[in-house]
């Protein structure tokens, strides 16, 4: 039936849960429903596909591991100099690891093997290569996820709690 976003109080997004667990969390009035997708549950419930709940949740703030996997996600699997999205893409430090960069968010981008090796040993300024976006560290871990299921078209609803994380 699909997967229900769950806002906390202030309407930050918290996680994904189950449509399951989303309609208990209705029915023990923990939660308040935000959007629902048309669909009927037990014939007499609309299927939420956004919930809120009604008492504010501290979360503490969790490190986004800086994996590959990870820098793809963030660059829409896609070169930062080009636009390629091609599958060979490659990661390139934006200042060379030789002169001084590091493995960071705000150091390391993708890009196709082509601009990677025009690139070379220099900064995209040397190299006369303008990126795209900026690297970044993303704001949440929870934007990994959200962002898949809205850009696989399912949860287009979602978009508009999303902004910004």
């Not at 806002?7 to 399951?20: D, F, G």
């Not at 390139?92 to 030789?98: A, G, I, W």
């Not at 150091?107 to 006369?128: D, F, H, M």
């Amino acid at each position: 039936m699909g997967k229900v976003l769950v806002l906390n109080a202030s309407y930050e997004p918290l996680n994904i849960t189950s449509w399951r667990r989303a309609v208990v969390l209705l029915i023990k009035g923990k939660a308040e429903q935000v959007e629902h997708n048309g669909k009927m549950v037990y014939d007499a419930l609309p299927l939420p596909s956004v919930i809120r709940l009604r008492h504010y949740v501290r979360v503490p703030y969790k490190e986004i591991p800086l994996t590959r996997r990870n820098l793809l996600h963030r660059d829409s699997h896609s070169c930062q100099y080009c636009g390629y999205t091609g599958e060979d893409l490659t990661l390139d430090h934006v200042l060379p690891r030789s002169r001084g960069g590091e493995d960071s968010w705000e150091n390391i981008v993708t890009a196709c093997v082509r601009c990677n090796v025009k690139k070379g040993n220099r900064t995209p300024k040397e190299a006369n290569m303008h990126l795209r976006r900026p690297p970044h560290r993303p704001h949440s871990g929870l934007y990994f996820e959200v962002t898949k299921h809205i850009k696989s078209g399912l949860h287009q609803e979602w978009q508009k709690y999303v902004i910004g994380i």
